[in-house]
């Protein structure tokens, strides 16, 4: 029969399959975070491409709108006539200055055109074209066209591509504002291709991100290949990009997989284009990084098993040999009540006549120590467990003693906290810094209605969003509180004086105007403003003041700010 293994051979196995098994299980993780983290590296390099080319484009767009929005005030074209030399000089400037311009020209009210760079389109008519229409009435940028009368008179662009332009216009008006014609200017498309494509040759070399520019019918306006296969019907773009945004893996028609990302084209022109910037990178590029960064954690791994097994054999070995000299003692110390001298010459096979030794040795200490962990753990335990429930019984008082059940907001308790703090702060500081606290009084506006008609939930809705608006109205520093039923209460500390408290109401009343609220419809608030004076002796005279100014605002015909000051003070 065999006998037990060595404690060299026991500790060189378990040391080396524990080290085994941490490396086996930390590498795992770390590989799968690290992969994780590479393929969201790379969707966030593609969305990144994509919000970078809208936001540029975007802003192109816009810094065209806003030229051609000056050049229609210019002195030259309001004050001057239109077929004058300065007219024409101020056209060819503007035309040197943006070679993105194909063309920039001046028509009078009936569309003849008067002036152009270039010549081009002189005297001829423009009045039935779209952007002479629409900017007849305001600022026009008009979607993707192929301006026929514009692109014959052009000479022929590189490669096979047509001709392609955007539109800008704008009405020239005279001080009264009467129509003294039309400016208007066509753009390159290849200016707008060149933005994108600018994005695009910043990214990583080999990294494959291309764009697309979609239209908001779903049409592909760039790159013109794909424009032309899908024209023809050789491209079907997947659905989820056909029906909006979409994020993530896509199968395109070519029968590749791509990581896309989408962004809408926000220009915030006077005409929306609605059109969208597709950001794509073949899966086969974006898990290159992957592919790489794993057969490198192989390799690594296979290396740190081999030296983690050398270093388990050399600690068993370094680990064993005092043990062994221990179980000699131990036996001794038992046998002769004394410590004999350590050997010379290490016996192997000392592991269980050392456990046996200690085992009489140390089990009444062994036995007393756990009794008494076991008790300190239970009683940590118990302290941890108290502890946590007084603390969220606490933030739980603090939180009913001090906000509105329904809104969230602060409770009229808590209101008047704040204002007795702002008005101290006041007396002690105001003076100095020239500041001082204000105070809002919000009242909606036929809420009765809204209770009588739609029901109390409905009403109860409507507060909740009117406390949602307040919030992301107001300064981090103010204080919204539900003042009492439909009232809404808001402290503005540290104002530099009405004009401000003023500004601060009557961003909260548009911003409840312009709000659609979900079954109810448009509702109005009306607010009263009041600002505290050394002469108020409490808060109650700041309230009073603010009651009378919302009084004043509903009797004035509702949807207003009214601001109520000190009579005595003024």
């Known amino acids: 029969m065999r006998g037990p293994l060595s404690l060299r051979s026991q500790l060189s196995l378990v040391l080396g399959g524990l080290s085994l098994a941490i490396l086996a ?4 993780y770390l590989g799968k975070v690290a992969t994780d983290e590479l393929y969201t590296a790379q969707q966030a390099a593609v969305r990144a491409t994509a919000q970078s080319a809208a ?7 816009r810094d065209r709108e806003r030229e051609i929005k000056l050049l229609s005030g210019a002195p030259q074209l309001v004050e001057g006539p239109l ?7 101020a056209l060819e400037r503007r035309a040197e200055l943006h070679d993105e311009f194909a063309w920039v020209g001046v028509a009078d009210p009936d569309g003849k ?10 005297g001829g008519s423009v009045a039935q074209r779209g952007w002479f229409i629409a900017a007849r009435e305001r600022v026009y940028v008009g979607d993707l066209n192929d301006a026929q009368p514009l692109a014959a008179l052009l000479p022929a662009s590189p490669g096979s591509e047509p001709a392609r332009f955007i539109d800008f216009a704008a009405p020239i008006r005279d001080a009264e504002g009467r129509l003294l014609g039309v400016v208007g200017a066509q753009a390159h498309w290849n200016w707008i291709t060149g933005v994108v494509e600018s994005v695009t040759r910043r990214q990583k070399p080999g990294g494959g991100i291309d764009a697309l520019i979609i239209d908001r019918e779903g049409r592909v306006l760039y790159p013109e290949a794909m424009a032309v296969a899908q024209a023809g019907g050789e491209l079907v773009l997947p659905r989820a990009l056909a029906n909006g945004r979409f994020e993530g893996l896509l ?6 997989d791509y990581l896309t990302s989408e962004a809408p084209l926000l220009t915030r022109t006077n005409a929306e284009l609605g059109w969208r910037i597709v950001a794509r990178q073949p899966m086969e590029l974006a898990l290159r990084p992957v592919r790489d960064l794993r057969r490198e954690l192989v390799l690594l791994g296979v290396l740190a098993a081999a030296v983690l097994t050398l270093a388990a054999l050399l600690l068993a070995r370094r680990v064993s040999k005092p043990v062994e000299r221990l179980a000699r003692i131990a036996e001794r110390v038992e046998a002769e009540r004394r410590i004999p001298e350590f050997p010379v010459e290490p016996a192997s096979l000392e592991l269980a006549r050392l456990s046996n030794a200690m085992r009489s040795m140390a089990q009444s200490l062994l036995e007393t120590e756990q009794a008494l962990q076991k008790t300190n753990a239970t009683l940590e335990a118990q302290v941890r467990e108290r502890t946590a429930e007084l603390q969220a019984a606490n933030a739980a008082l603090e939180h009913l003693a001090t906000r509105d059940p329904l ?18 702060l006041d007396r002690r500081y105001g003076a100095a810094n020239g500041r001082v606290h204000g105070l809002l009084l919000i009242d909606v506006d036929h809420f009765k209605q809204v209770n009588d008609v739609h029901g109390h939930p409905a009403g109860d809705a409507v507060l909740r969003r009117l406390a949602q608006l307040l919030q992301a109205t107001l300064r981090i520093s103010d204080v919204a509180a539900r003042f009492g039923g439909e009232e809404f209460a808001v402290l503005l500390p540290e104002l530099g004086g009405p004009l401000e408290a003023v500004q601060a109401a009557e961003k909260i009343r548009a911003a409840v105007q312009a709000e659609t609220f979900h079954g109810v419809g448009r509702l109005t608030v009306s607010i009263g403003v009041s600002l505290a004076v050394p002469e108020d002796a409490d808060v109650r005279s700041l309230i009073a003041r603010a009651d009378a100014a919302l009084y004043e605002a509903k009797r004035g015909g509702r949807n207003a700010v009214v601001l109520k000051e000190n009579e005595a003070a003024a």
Request: proline share 0%; net charge positive; aromatic share 2%.
């Open 25 to 28: 299980l930390v590498g795992g």
């Open 113 to 122: 055109v008067l002036q152009a760079t270039g010549g081009m389109l002189t």
């Open 251 to 256: 199968r395109f028609g070519d029968g590749r």
């Open 83 to 89: 077929d004058g030399s300065r007219v024409r000089n």
């Open 55 to 61: 936001e540029l484009l975007a802003a192109q767009l």
């Open 407 to 424: 809104t969230g907001l602060h409770n009229r308790r808590s209101l008047d906290a704040r204002l007795a703090e702002a008005l101290a």
